[in-house]
């Protein structure tokens, strides 16, 4: 859509996450929806966090979305069956040492057509999360559990990391 939309020209970009290539600072960065830790290699979901420290000011705030792993290992459910308009989804989950690795099964019901896509995520603890922050550089680093940032529990939907630039 921002290739055919000029309003959006220069404002939207892709890159990989280890190396953005930006020379600008922000206010906030926000990573929403566990989109960190996919890396196999760990140096590298570090160099990704560090490249998004990287394009925040001093004073600026970093906001970090991620599942709360230890909720996680309690409650994964290792496989799931749903329909949605047409198609039948059948999702595996398994945990894996540190990561999450998921197989989703789409099939459309119409004709069997099928297709299969895959997930695998590193789970950070909060002590690993916090102590990646505060090696970027970063000060008044706290977690939260939810978006209307209610404090981070062990039974928290979520693991929100909220960190100042100092």
């Given at each position: 859509r921002a290739r055919r939309d000029p309003t959006l020209r220069g404002k939207?970009?892709?890159a990989d996450i280890r190396r953005i290539p930006l020379a600008?600072?922000?206010d906030r960065v926000v990573n929403l929806f566990t989109s960190f830790g996919y890396f196999q290699d760990e140096d590298d979901n570090r160099r990704g966090f560090n490249a998004l420290a990287r394009h925040v000011d001093r004073g600026?705030?970093?906001i970090l979305d991620h599942m709360n792993a230890g909720r996680i290992r309690r409650t994964l459910v290792p496989e799931s069956v749903s329909h949605r308009e047409e198609y039948r989804i059948v999702q595996q989950r398994r945990i894996d040492g540190r990561r999450v690795r998921k197989r989703i099964e789409l099939?459309?019901?119409t004709d069997g057509r099928q297709w299969n896509f895959y997930e695998d995520v590193r789970m950070y603890d909060p002590v690993e999360m916090i102590e990646m922050a505060r090696n970027a550089g970063f000060t008044g680093v706290t977690?939260?559990?939810s978006f209307d940032g209610e404090p981070y529990e062990a039974d928290s939907?979520?693991?929100i990391l909220r960190a100042v630039r100092s």
């Open positions: 939207v970009f892709r600008l600072l922000f600026g705030v970093l099939t459309r019901i977690l939260h559990g939907e979520r693991m």
